[in-house]
């Protein structure tokens, strides 16, 4: 299948949203993407990581992103969260165009409207949860909004956890923290790259759960990379990459539905022979 001619919207859904979270959907588009090219490397180390990517991230939706390893899952989130540079087209967050940012301004940008949440937990062991939790805007010298930093505490399910260190704490339960430490600051936008990587299924369940109610009761935005289908139906959509282009999308995902079009991309022979070398970069 080829890529859509415009940008790639998945169609809204009528969901129960809390007025705080209506009032955050105003502006429809969290992130976008216009016909984002990544080329890394020259000559014979050349690799097109993404082809002419267009895509809109809707404001307050959980959106899973799919694709085989080496289709530029993780380059198109460090393009559009503005942590790689990108080669041709736009990347935009909210109506902040990356590129026309200086490097002041970019980490400004980071810092204040893009959350993350990686693979590793990346939680400092001799801090505990509290402290994990606040410790970007304590070094940026921004004062948490308190009532806000309750209401992600109370929907991640940590409140009796937070005076732990991180060894004190399941792996689910840090990559909670993670998740709480992504959503402190308000972020426009959390992008997570195989958040539930490292974890058990039932730990994998506890964060999915908590990322999908921080859509649905606090109106976050959140993009997601994983391999699981299972994952991936606790998002509101699904995009499938390979080789570095957007070849299909699921609303509203079972993950059966999510299964079927994985086996059907990894049937589609004119891809089948691009991607056989390269099976093991992530
Ligand atoms: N820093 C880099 N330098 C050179 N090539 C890269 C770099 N990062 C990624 N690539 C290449 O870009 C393509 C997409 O990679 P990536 O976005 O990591 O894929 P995915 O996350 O879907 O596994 C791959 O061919 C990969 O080898
Ligand atoms: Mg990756």
Request: proline share 6%.
């Amino acid at each position: 299948m080829s890529q859509p001619p415009g940008a790639h919207r998945p169609v809204p859904a009528p969901q129960s949203l809390t007025t705080q979270a209506v009032a955050r959907r105003s502006t429809p588009v969290a992130a976008s993407a216009t016909d984002l090219t990544k080329v890394y490397g020259q000559g014979e180390t050349r690799v097109t990581a993404l082809d002419s990517v267009s895509v809109e991230f809707g404001r307050g939706r959980f959106t899973a992103i799919m694709g085989p390893s080496g289709s530029g899952k993780s380059t198109l989130m460090h393009c559009m969260a503005g942590l790689d540079t990108i080669s041709s087209g736009t990347a935009r967050i909210g109506d902040v165009e990356l590129s026309s940012l200086r490097d002041k301004q970019l980490t400004r940008l980071r810092r204040d409207k893009v959350g993350f949440i990686f693979q590793a937990f990346n939680l400092l062991p001799t801090l505990t949860a509290a402290e994990n939790i606040t410790l970007p805007m304590d070094i940026a010298g921004r004062k948490p909004d308190r009532e806000w930093l309750n209401r992600v505490i109370d929907t991640v399910g940590l409140s009796q956890r937070l005076s732990h260190r991180p060894s004190q704490l399941s792996g689910g339960q840090q990559q909670r923290v993670a998740v709480a430490r992504a959503l402190a600051s308000r972020p426009e936008i959390i992008f997570a790259d195989e958040p539930t990587g490292n974890l058990d299924s039932q730990s994998g369940a506890e964060v999915l759960g908590f990322l999908r109610s921080s859509v649905l009761e606090l109106g976050q935005t959140v993009v997601m990379v994983t391999h699981d289908p299972v994952a991936a139906s606790y998002a509101n959509d699904v995009i499938f990459l390979a080789d570095g282009r957007i070849v299909d999308s699921l609303h509203q995902p079972t993950a059966d539905a999510v299964l079927d079009r994985m086996r059907d991309l990894s049937a589609a022979p004119d891809r089948r022979a691009d991607l056989a070398p390269d099976g093991c970069s992530s």
